[in-house]
Every structure is written in C-alpha cells, then in structure tokens.
C-alpha cells in the first residue's frame, strides 16, 4: 500500500536534547511538508521540499532542522533550541509543488517533553 | 493575523440532516481550497478540493461552494452520518503554490 510513514507515533525528549522524527513516503511524490499542530490550532508550516537536496523554511522554522537525502525521506530534527517543542508534528507529500495537488498526511508523531 | 479562518469552533447535528461547515479568507489571491477531516491522534484525511475557476464542487456526500466575492467557503455533508464526526480543517494553497494555510478547525459531532 502507498502511504506515508511517520515513527514514532509517541517521542519524549529530555531538555537540551535533539530529537529526530522520521517520515519516509513511497507515493513516488516530489515534495514533503513538516507541520505543527497545537490544541486548538491549525496546521502550521515548519520547512517543506520540492525536491531532493533542497529545502525551504516555513512559517515556523526556528529551533528545527530537516535534511532531504533522499526522495523517500523527509526527516525533521527538534533542537534544543525549540523552547517549546510539545505538539503533534504531521508530515505530508503531494506530487509536485504545482496547483490544484492535496497534500496527503502520515498520521503524525506527538512529541512530549520529560 | 489569520488568512484563513473557521470562525464556528464546533457544530452539532442530528444524523440525516445537513451540516455545513465554513470557512472565511482573507487573500484574494488564494486559487486553490481544500476541505481535510481529522480524527484524534491521526493526520487529517483529504476529503475535497476547490478550484478558483469552479464555484462548486461535488463528491459524493461532500459538496464544496465557493464564494469568491465574498472570499468564503463551505462544506455541505448530506445526510450527515455519526462515522462523520472529526475535526474539519479548511486549507488554501498559497500564492506560490508552496504550501497549505489552514484554518483552526471546526469539531463536528453527529449524534444518532
């Protein structure tokens, strides 16, 4: 089946550390997202990519890293720097960064803080 | 300062009859709107979309209008199912086609 992968469902970080959230897609599609959600929130854009070896920031990118090796993975790390790291993150793809395409969405990590 | 917003944070209906979900934006330029359902503890589903050209749009129970003067949106669900009750996410893609905005949601509940 095609889909997209997130790992962990559930992450805790301890402060001052990174941590990696994976997201791995086998649609074939060009372009993968990085959202946040908070309670009560919309989705909000960290940093997306049109294609490999290129990534662009979103809205809220401070305090996250991402790296995009490969066309399958979309990994997002949360430094230390993130002060308020505890949401649930969702990765998307869709097939290019062309009009008129939805995004379709793995079913996300949800990130605690100890 | 909010480009797309659903201003009805809830919204319940009776199972068979009509829910209607809206949405307002702000940039005229937004040519592309999405409607997204979402469970708990899940990613949201793509559910329909909406070109700028089209002032309707039709799948099924889901019936997308779009209202461009007035710069709003709606979701139609007929008849509304109990299965129906998430959280629905209004979503339009940005001038550069780089991404989604989405609006906060509006929590559906459909009792039987």
């Known amino acids: 089946d095609g889909g997209i992968t997130q790992s962990p469902k559930y992450l805790f970080r301890k402060e001052g550390q990174n941590v990696t959230l994976s997201c791995e897609q086998n649609l074939n599609h060009d372009a993968m997202y990085w959202y946040r959600q908070d309670p009560g929130q919309g989705l909000r854009l960290i940093y997306y990519?049109?294609?490999?070896?290129?990534?662009q920031k979103g809205d809220i990118a401070e305090g996250y890293s991402v790296s995009r090796e490969k066309k399958e993975s979309f990994p997002l790390t949360v430094t230390s720097a993130q002060k308020n790291p505890t949401a649930f993150y969702l990765c998307?793809?869709?097939?290019?960064?062309?009009?008129?395409?939805?995004?379709?969405f793995g079913d996300g990590t949800r990130l605690s803080i100890l | 300062d909010q480009q797309v917003k659903q201003n009805s944070p809830s919204l319940s209906v009776q199972e068979g009859r009509i829910s209607i979900l809206n949405c307002d934006y702000t940039n005229s330029m937004f040519d592309y709107f999405l409607w997204y359902k979402k469970y708990p503890a899940e990613g949201p589903t793509f559910l329909i979309s909406i070109s700028s050209i089209k002032d309707k749009n039709e799948d099924g129970r889901f019936t997308v209008f779009l209202n461009k003067s007035a710069k709003h949106l709606s979701l139609h669900i007929v008849p509304s199912q109990p299965g129906d009750s998430a959280v629905y996410f209004c979503?339009?893609?940005?001038?550069?086609?780089?991404?989604?905005?989405f609006g906060k949601g509006t929590t559906l509940s459909v009792s039987s």
């Open positions: 990519s049109q294609i490999v070896n290129d990534f």
């Open positions: 998307a793809s869709s097939i290019g960064q062309t009009s008129n395409q939805p995004q379709h």
């Open positions: 979503a339009a893609n940005n001038q550069a086609g780089t991404a989604l905005i």
